[in-house]
Each structure stands twice: as C-alpha cells, then as structure tokens.
C-alpha cells in the first residue's frame, strides 16, 4: 500500500518537517472525556457548594439538613470527577511525551495499515473511535506489527500513519495516524 520510509535520528533535525505534512487526525476518547468529566465535575462541584450555602438561610431543620447532604453529595462527585479529568490528563501528557521523545531519538517508518479496527458504537458526532493495525520494515529488514491508540476520524478519511520506534527496543513505539499528505 505505502512505501516504507525510514529516516534515522542522524539526520539533524529535518525528520520533524517530514512528518508536519499531513494532519493529524482528531483526538482520542480519552481527551473527549476528559474535557466532559472537567466540565461536569466543576458544575457539580459549584452547585454542590451553592446548595450546602444555602442551608444556612433555611429556618427549617429538616431542610437544613437535606440541603446539606445534598449539597455535600454534589459537591463529592464533582471532586470526583475532577480527580478522574486530571488522571485522564496526566496519562494524555504522558503519552505526549513517549511520542515526542521517539520522535526526536527514535527512527521514523512510514507504516502500511493493515487493518482498521472500528469501535462500535462509540461516536462523536460524525467521527467514529478506531485504532490501525500496521506494519513496517525497518533497516535490517526485519517486519514488525503494530497497533495505534485510539483516535477518531470520519469514515471518509484517507488515513496514513508514520510508526516512530525506539531504535535499540522495538516494543517501545508511537503510531501517529494522519488523514492526509
């Protein structure tokens, strides 16, 4: 399907360029939910906080307390929620990071997708959740298989993907999945 290309990290800095040509495809579900779970978390939080407030206007003590155990309870989940935005986060940093590093010290391929895994029923608007099974060959001549995150993108998209490897442990890879060239 694709040539497999290999640029080694000798090459004073011009793979990064190489690789600015296509787009990347939209982000995963994790930073979808992430960004929901920091949204919600933060209004219950808010509205968990305004109900507890207000029970301290209330004359009734009965209602004193169910303000305030409801305001609790809000205001707990929101935190909750908030807690799991922030390890969403963190791991989405850390997966940043693993790609920028094998993209400045690694070898670079140009993977032949092999197969697109679609994960059904998730949608985000028109965009589905899938990960690519690909393949490259590196220099030796030596075939490996591997697979990417899960991203999103739209059925019709025209999909690529460069395979950047750690050049003395080929388990330690990143797939970046592009749309275009």
């Given at each position: ?6 640029y ?7 793979r990064a360029s190489q690789h600015?040509?296509g787009?990347q495809?939209t ?6 939910a992430s960004?929901?779970l920091?949204?919600?978390g ?6 968990g ?12 003590s ?7 155990i ?5 205001a707990f989940t929101g ?11 963190s791991?989405?940093?850390s997966?940043q990071?693993?790609?920028?590093r094998?993209k400045?010290?690694?070898d670079?391929f140009?993977g032949e997708?092999?197969?697109i ?31 990417s995150?899960s991203?999103?993108y739209h ?5 690529h ?5 750690n050049?003395h442990n080929p388990?330690?890879?990143?797939v970046e999945?592009f749309?275009?060239?």
């Amino acid at each position: 399907m694709y040539n497999n290309t290999i640029y080694n990290s000798n090459d004073n800095g011009q793979r990064a360029s190489q690789h600015s040509q296509g787009t990347q495809t939209t982000g995963s579900i994790l930073e979808i939910a992430s960004t929901v779970l920091a949204i919600v978390g933060g209004v219950l939080l808010g509205v968990g906080i305004l109900v507890f407030s207000i029970s301290f206007f209330v004359s009734h003590s009965s209602a004193i307390l169910s303000l305030q155990i409801t305001g609790g309870v809000l205001a707990f989940t929101g935190l909750i929620e908030l807690t799991i935005s922030a390890i969403f986060r963190s791991i989405i940093r850390s997966e940043q990071a693993n790609l920028t590093r094998l993209k400045l010290e690694g070898d670079s391929f140009l993977g032949e997708i092999t197969q697109i895994h679609r994960q059904v029923g998730v949608h985000v608007g028109t965009r589905i959740s899938a990960h690519v099974d690909c393949s490259y060959t590196n220099s030796d001549g030596n075939t490996y298989f591997v697979r990417s995150k899960s991203f999103l993108y739209h059925p019709t998209d025209n999909l690529h993907a460069w395979v950047h490897v750690n050049p003395h442990n080929p388990r330690d890879y990143a797939v970046e999945v592009f749309t275009h060239f």
